[in-house]
């Protein structure tokens, strides 16, 4: 199938590119670079040996969208493109709510414009809010706590309302807990701008020796050793969840999936996993919770299972390691 994959060359955009080339699909990317580097389609290139039609396109653009679609003629559509940092969110609301939301609804109607409605969406854990119980499943109730969150909250809606309007649409919602990890090969991987927000690139830079130290953010809180708790997936895991549903969600609706493992590790966990997988230390100071953090976020994954034939396999162990194999390997990310 000739799939079009908006952010495609941003972390988990450039993870699915290889899976979907590596299962015999065309892939043509749309990806502005506002946080990426086409390097990242070029090692793609190189690890799969086949080729992606880029372009550089900004999804704001109507007219070079509706471009890309009357050259291309994509089958369906995964959409990754979009900002995702919480900090940056809170203090530019109005940047994320037209770039997410903007870029969705252009997308959609140029997608309607050439009755091309097959639509696969990142969404997030966030939209869970601060769940009453863990494991979360996809009937929880929505709640989102900053405005990156309420993009995707919006944009679920949106889209629901979408395919209220015209059910010959077909569109699966995955919501991703917290990836990390890379390919195994080291040559692509998560590539912050500046200081990383997340846990698992800020641990590999204080192991590469660019940052000094890590700030756990608290140890007091209701969890089994006082450290958040999240569901880590690898990223090859979930880029392989993306041409399950690609795959197996052939019929209309709105399908909503968690992607994740289905077990929570806490901080200290992820810090020892990390240790052991790359023999570096990594020293670490306990300090004041962060603003807007929950204590403990995990899926239950079990829907993915029965209906998309898929489960997260990588161990923790694998996710360090790949982790620390595309750190050690490219310290300064794609700029070298
Ligand atoms: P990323 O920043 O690496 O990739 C997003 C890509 O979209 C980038 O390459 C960026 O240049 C591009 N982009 C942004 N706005 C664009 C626009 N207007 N036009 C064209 N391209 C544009 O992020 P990622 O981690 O790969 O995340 C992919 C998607 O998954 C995002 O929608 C994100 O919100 C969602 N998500 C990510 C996580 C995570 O922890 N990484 C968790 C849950 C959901
Ligand atoms: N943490 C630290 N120190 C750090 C960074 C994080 O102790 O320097 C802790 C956090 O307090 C939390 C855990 O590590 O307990 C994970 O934090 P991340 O920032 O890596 O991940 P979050 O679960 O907070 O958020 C991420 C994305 C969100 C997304 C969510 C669910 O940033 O956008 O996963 O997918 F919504």
Same mark, same amino acid.
């Given at each position: 199938?000739? *799939?079009?994959?908006?952010?495609?060359?941003?972390y988990i955009?450039s993870h699915?590119?290889?899976?979907?080339?590596?299962?015999? =699909?065309?892939?043509?990317?749309?990806?502005?670079? !506002?946080?990426?580097?086409?390097?990242s389609?070029?090692r793609?290139?190189?690890?799969?040996?086949?080729? !992606?039609?880029?372009?550089?396109?900004?999804?704001?653009? %109507?007219?070079?969208?509706?471009?890309?679609?009357?050259?291309?003629?994509?089958?369906?559509? !995964? =959409?990754?493109?979009?900002? %995702?940092?919480?900090?940056?969110?809170?203090? /530019?609301?109005?940047?994320?709510?037209?770039?997410?939301?903007?870029?969705?609804?252009?997308?959609? /109607?140029?997608?309607?414009?050439?009755?091309?409605?097959?639509?696969?969406?990142?969404?997030?854990?966030?939209?869970?809010? /601060?769940?009453?119980?863990?494991?979360?499943?996809?009937?929880?109730?929505? =709640?989102?706590?900053?405005?990156?969150?309420?993009?995707?909250?919006?944009?679920?809606?949106?889209?629901?309302?979408?395919? *209220?309007?015209?059910?010959?649409?077909?569109?699966?919602?995955?919501?991703?807990?917290?990836p990390v990890g890379a390919h195994e090969s080291g040559k692509i991987g998560e590539d912050p701008?500046?200081?990383?927000?997340?846990?698992m690139p800020?641990?590999a830079?204080?192991?590469?020796?660019?940052?000094?130290?890590?700030? *756990?953010?608290?140890?007091?809180?209701?969890? %089994?050793?006082?450290?958040?708790?999240?569901?880590?997936?690898?990223v090859v895991?979930?880029?392989?969840?993306?041409?399950?549903?690609?795959?197996?969600?052939?019929?209309?609706?709105? =399908?909503?999936?968690?992607?994740?493992?289905?077990?929570? *590790?806490?901080?200290?966990?992820?810090?020892?996993?990390?240790?052991?997988?790359?023999?570096?230390?990594?020293?670490? %100071?306990?300090?004041?919770?962060?603003?807007?953090?929950?204590? /403990?976020?995990?899926?239950?994954?079990?829907?993915?299972?029965?209906?998309?034939?898929?489960?997260?396999?990588?161990?923790?162990?694998?996710?360090?390691?790949d982790a620390w194999n595309w750190q050690s390997k490219n310290p300064?990310g794609y700029?070298?």
């Amino acid at each position: 199938m000739k *799939v079009l994959v908006t952010g495609g060359a941003g972390y988990i955009g450039s993870h699915t590119c290889i899976e979907l080339l590596n299962n015999d =699909h065309e892939v043509v990317v749309i990806d502005n670079l !506002i946080n990426s580097s086409e390097e990242s389609l070029r090692r793609v290139e190189e690890i799969t040996r086949k080729k !992606i039609s880029f372009y550089k396109t900004d999804l704001l653009n %109507k007219s070079e969208v509706q471009k890309v679609f009357s050259i291309e003629k994509p089958q369906a559509v !995964i =959409h990754f493109a979009g900002l %995702k940092a919480v900090g940056e969110s809170v203090r /530019e609301p109005l940047h994320y709510y037209r770039n997410n939301i903007d870029a969705t609804l252009t997308l959609c /109607e140029v997608m309607n414009e050439q009755n091309i409605k097959q639509l696969i969406f990142s969404s997030s854990a966030t939209v869970y809010g /601060e769940p009453k119980t863990v494991p979360i499943t996809e009937d929880f109730p929505l =709640h989102a706590t900053n405005p990156y969150g309420r993009t995707k909250l919006m944009l679920e809606e949106i889209l629901s309302d979408l395919f *209220v309007s015209d059910s010959d649409w077909n569109i699966t919602l995955l919501r991703y807990f917290n990836p990390v990890g890379a390919h195994e090969s080291g040559k692509i991987g998560e590539d912050p701008k500046g200081t990383p927000n997340n846990l698992m690139p800020y641990i590999a830079q204080v192991a590469v020796g660019k940052l000094s130290e890590l700030s *756990v953010f608290g140890n007091d809180w209701p969890t %089994k050793d006082g450290t958040g708790v999240r569901d880590y997936l690898h990223v090859v895991d979930l880029a392989q969840g993306h041409v399950a549903a690609l795959e197996k969600m052939t019929q209309r609706g709105i =399908h909503i999936f968690n992607l994740g493992t289905g077990h929570g *590790v806490s901080v200290l966990e992820l810090i020892d996993a990390f240790e052991k997988s790359s023999g570096k230390d990594i020293p670490y %100071k306990i300090v004041s919770r962060r603003d807007g953090d929950i204590p /403990e976020c995990y899926s239950n994954a079990e829907k993915a299972e029965r209906e998309l034939g898929w489960k997260a396999i990588k161990t923790l162990d694998q996710m360090c390691a790949d982790a620390w194999n595309w750190q050690s390997k490219n310290p300064d990310g794609y700029e070298k």
